[in-house]
């Protein structure tokens, strides 16, 4: 493989290896650890850098692992693969995760700090990572951050979830593992803790010969954070049209309710669920 890295004007060029072919691909590196674009013709659709490590990400050719193969989400057709399967319309994204410390939560004007990237597909080393999105915090007991994100499997041209970590305040973060994988789609992990356990609501938007119901997921105290296993359905086909899109639920203590807020995928619509519990019997708000 011959690659060619270009700065951010192309006015320099170092050969990084070759074959004394052209270029399969053309890095564009704007020092932030991130390619911006790749040149036409390449295979290659997604290139990232980071902490001196190059991941090459391809639209189709399982060149890494010939044995993980599964049914992709969208409709376009995926170059090299058979005629049953497709690739997602996203390919050219590259998403990485960055952090932001403000001083106040609605005063943007207010002091900030911002550290990019803290986590990129260059940390992602048990799949083959196309980009990563959907950070979510969480803060352990020890003072120990998780950081939860969809990671999209190259192989698998779906969303997957997986974590991270930072021991020392957020200064720096170590990827761990991917933590979540179903036959569909999964993004948006939405992790909170009740009565001493812990648990996750997804996003499950493609990928299913059904419309994907709404699972919530639960960590059992001695396999936290690592394993998590379908505790309940949320909500079933009926009350959405489309898909549950970004789900997130929260507890009021005044009226000791649990509200479920999630997007109609079908008509853009928030609604609005509640329940005396948190893991079953949502029904939609009056108001929503």
């Keep these: 493989l011959a690659i060619l ?4 004007e192309g006015l320099e060029s170092e050969v990084l290896s070759s074959l004394n072919t052209q270029p399969d691909a053309i890095i564009v590196d704007d020092s932030d650890g991130l390619v911006r674009s790749i040149s036409d013709g390449s295979p290659y659709t997604a ?7 190059v991941t090459f990400v391809n639209s189709g050719r399982n060149s890494s692992r010939n044995d993980v193969f599964c049914i992709n989400p969208e409709e376009a057709q995926c170059p090299d693969h058979n005629e049953a399967s497709t690739c997602r319309k996203d390919l050219h994204h590259m998403w990485s995760i960055g952090l932001k410390f403000q001083q106040h939560l609605v005063d943007t004007a207010s002091q900030t700090s911002v550290i990019f990237p803290i ?3 260059g940390d992602v080393n ?7 999105a959907d950070p ?4 352990n007991s020890d003072d120990t951050w998780y950081l939860f994100t969809e990671v999209i499997n190259n192989d698998c041209q779906k969303g997957e979830i997986a974590i991270s970590v930072s021991r020392d305040g957020l200064k720096s973060f170590q ?3 991917v933590v979540l994988k179903e036959s569909w789609h999964l993004s948006w992990p939405f992790v909170f803790s009740h009565g001493g356990g812990h648990y996750m609501l997804t996003c499950a938007t493609a990928g299913s010969p059904a419309k994907p119901v709404l699972w919530l997921y639960e960590s059992d105290e001695g396999d936290w954070p690592f394993r998590w296993e379908r505790r309940s359905r949320i909500l079933f086909e009926g009350p959405l049209v489309g898909y549950a899109l970004d789900p997130v639920i929260l507890f009021h203590e005044p009226d000791s309710t649990w509200y479920l807020m999630t997007q109609d995928s079908e008509t853009g619509q928030e609604r609005l669920f509640f329940s005396d519990r948190f893991d079953a019997g949502f029904m939609e708000h009056p108001d929503s």
Excluded: A, G, P, T
């Design 47 to 53: 290139v990232n850098v980071h902490q001196e490590k």
């Design 5 to 8: 890295k270009l700065d951010i």
């Design 126 to 132: 048990d799949i083959s990572c196309l980009y990563m």
């Design 136 to 139: 979510f915090l969480f803060r």
């Design 175 to 177: 990827y761990l593992q």
């Design 119 to 121: 986590q990129s597909c």
